[in-house]
């Protein structure tokens, strides 16, 4: 039996044509650090994807915050109103993020994609 907050595979976006997907058909939601798209899915839970470039840092630095973001997702999504799929990219200046900065940044975010 699944962990009532895991983070199943069933909860991730895995294959490049869904990233296509959500980013051509979603919804932006801009902060400082991040980009939020997201679009109705066809899941029962919302299922997230997290795009981290060369260009915001080193591998260190990319999956500092891959984690950051996946973990604040996998609080977030039982609260998620409804099934959603959500991409979300880390822009340049996002390395100088502490872990708690970044996942208030994303919770915000999360929140205010959720909203409309």
């Known amino acids: 039996m699944a962990r009532p ?5 069933a909860a991730r976006l895995r294959r490049r044509m869904e990233f296509l997907a959500v980013q051509r058909d979603g919804r932006r ?4 650090c991040f980009v939020i ?3 109705p899915g066809p899941a029962a839970l919302a299922r997230l ?7 915001v840092g080193n591998a260190v630095v990319r999956n500092r915050l891959k984690r950051v973001t996946r973990e604040v997702f996998r609080r977030w999504r039982r609260r998620c109103p409804s099934a959603a799929d959500i991409v979300v990219i880390a ?3 996002a390395q100088h993020l502490t872990n708690a900065q ?15």
Do not use: D, N, Q, W
Not at 5 to 9: I, T, V
Not at 29 to 32: E, S, V
Not at 49 to 55: E, F, K, L, P
Not at 102 to 116: K, M, P
């Open 5 to 9: 907050e895991g983070y199943p595979k």
């Open 29 to 32: 939601r801009h902060t400082p």
């Open 37 to 39: 798209i997201r679009r």
């Open 49 to 55: 994807g997290v795009t981290v470039s060369a260009r």
């Open 91 to 93: 822009k340049p200046g």
């Open 102 to 116: 970044a996942a208030t940044e994303i919770e915000r975010a999360l929140e205010l994609a959720a909203a409309g």
